[in-house]
């Protein structure tokens, strides 16, 4: 198993919600991007250098986020707490 270290953490804000993004390197040298969405709900995107996989992952947060709302308001199960900006 690759061992992991991280390289980069920040927040990212959409909507008035907050989004821990953390940037990590595997040992093989492959950079990601990894955002908890919810309970057991991530979104990992990779890259070829850490500012690629950071820009990646905030590209592609926002469906993310979007793509579980619109499924969660049709199946009518319950959305996930806000996290507001402290």
């Keep these: 198993m690759d061992k992991v270290m991280l390289l980069h953490s920040s927040e990212f ?5 907050v989004f821990q993004i953390k940037v990590f390197c ?7 991007a990894k955002t908890c969405l919810g309970e057991g709900d991530f979104i990992i995107t990779d890259g070829p250098s850490l500012p690629e996989a950071l820009r990646k992952h ?9 793509t579980r709302e619109l499924t ?3 199946l009518g199960t319950p959305r996930r707490p806000k996290m507001p900006r402290p």
Aim: hydrophobic share 40%; aromatic share 12%; proline share 4%.
């Design 72 to 74: 969660q308001s049709y």
């Design 58 to 66: 905030e590209d592609l947060l926002p469906l993310a986020v979007g």
């Design 13 to 17: 804000e959409l909507n008035g919600e």
């Design 26 to 32: 595997s040992s093989a040298g492959r950079f990601f």
